[in-house]
């Protein structure tokens, strides 16, 4: 159902640099929409954490940063921390379908 | 402090209604469009619809799965956002959140309220 697709996983250890990608088609991404992305720990609600491809909202660490390009996006974390362990969700517009699309979700565990 | 929060889930009958609340505090919330999403458990987040705020013409779009069975309507007054839920399915079972639009950014959701789960099941 997910029209972008991500990595199931990805994992490193403390102080490492992880980065995973978000790949879309001609309709979202690729057509100029904007990418964002959510932080979102078990049972609780997703957060902001990149917006307009690559802006941080205010209180998130400069550790996160995003990246587009073409049909895909990229999320990369830097000095990987414990706390980071959680899913992560690139989101857009889709253009074919008239609707907000989400990434299938990207689980980070630290080592 | 600007927050959200949810109200009315729970248990419920395949084919039958279900009305969701959402209120907004710490905002004004008439300048805002409001999304509804949701997560199916273990699965995704998936958008199902939005309202888009008063000074933005004060339209509604809905995801395909549910269009004609779902609508959003919303009452600045009293700072809240509702979806009505007919028709239900068993695959409508999810946390539902509703999400506050960034108010510069496009289809970026800044604020999002902590879910109401709801479930289908006979």
């Known amino acids: 159902q997910s029209v972008l697709t991500q990595p199931p996983s990805v994992s490193g250890a403390p102080g490492q640099r992880v980065t995973f990608s978000c790949t879309g088609s001609?309709?979202?991404?690729?057509?100029?929409?904007?990418v964002h992305w959510y932080q979102q720990f078990p049972r609780t609600a997703p957060k902001l954490l990149i917006y307009?491809?690559?802006y941080r909202p205010s209180g998130v660490p400069d550790r996160f940063s995003g990246s587009k390009s073409g049909t895909s996006a990229s999320l990369a974390i830097t000095g990987l921390q414990a706390e980071d362990e959680a899913d992560y969700y690139c989101q857009s517009y889709d253009s074919s379908l008239s609707a907000y699309v989400f990434g299938t979700g990207t689980k980070v565990t630290v080592l | 402090e600007v927050q959200l929060v949810e109200s009315g889930g729970g248990l419920v009958q395949p084919g039958r209604s279900l009305r969701l609340s959402c209120i907004g505090s710490?905002?004004?919330?008439?300048?805002?469009?409001m999304s509804w999403f949701r997560q199916a458990p273990g699965k995704g987040l998936e958008w199902v619809g939005f309202f888009r705020g008063t000074v933005y013409g004060g339209t509604t779009e809905y995801a395909a799965s549910v269009k004609g069975r779902f609508t959003i309507s919303r009452d600045d007054s009293k700072s809240i956002a509702y979806l009505q839920m007919n028709s239900l399915k068993t695959e409508d079972t999810a946390v539902y959140y509703c999400?506050?639009?960034?108010?510069?950014?496009?289809?970026?959701?800044?604020?999002w309220g902590h879910g109401t789960m709801v479930t289908v099941s006979s």
């Open positions: 710490g905002f004004i919330f008439g300048d805002y469009s």
């Open positions: 307009a491809n690559n």
């Open positions: 999400a506050r639009e960034h108010a510069v950014v496009t289809a970026a959701f800044d604020i």
């Open positions: 001609s309709s979202n991404i690729g057509a100029g929409f904007d």
